[in-house]
């Protein structure tokens, strides 16, 4: 049985990630060891591996899906820092309110809340 799957993203710099992803998305340091860090938080998850053939609506394929409770917040303090947005908001017919977003390493993020 599989207990989790962890998404490893290619960095040189890793201190590159902390604004995107700690201090805006909330995660925090769970391991750090130099050459590796690791974001999370205590939540329990499913495990889902998706696999796609375009993004929804004939978008690009996102390299995570990041589901959370606040999309909107998070669209407005993702603007204000300056992070590409490559898909606006979007309210979406299979029931996401989402956008996409260049995260620090140049990678495609879909942000979503279930709506």
Same mark, same amino acid.
Request: hydrophobic fraction near 40%; avoid cysteine.
């Given at each position: 049985?599989?207990?989790? =799957? ?6 040189? /710099?890793?201190?590159? +990630? ?5 201090? =805006? ?5 769970? #391991? ?12 329990? +998850? ?22 959370? /409770? ?18 606006? #908001? ?12 260049? /995260? ?6 879909? =942000?979503?809340?279930?709506?």
């Amino acid at each position: 049985m599989i207990k989790r =799957i962890v998404a490893n993203i290619k960095a040189e /710099d890793l201190s590159k +990630a902390d604004l995107f992803y700690q201090d =805006i998305l909330g995660l925090e340091v769970l #391991m750090d060891h130099g050459w590796i860090k690791t974001l999370g938080n205590d939540q329990e +998850a499913k495990v889902q591996v998706s696999f796609a053939a375009q993004g929804g609506n004939n978008t690009e394929v996102p390299l995570l899906s990041i589901e959370v /409770d606040n999309v909107d917040e998070l669209y407005k303090k993702i603007k204000q820092e300056g992070f590409e947005i490559t898909y606006g #908001m979007a309210d979406e017919s299979w029931g996401v309110r989402r956008f996409f977003v260049k /995260d620090p390493f140049g990678n495609l993020i879909n =942000i979503l809340q279930h709506t």
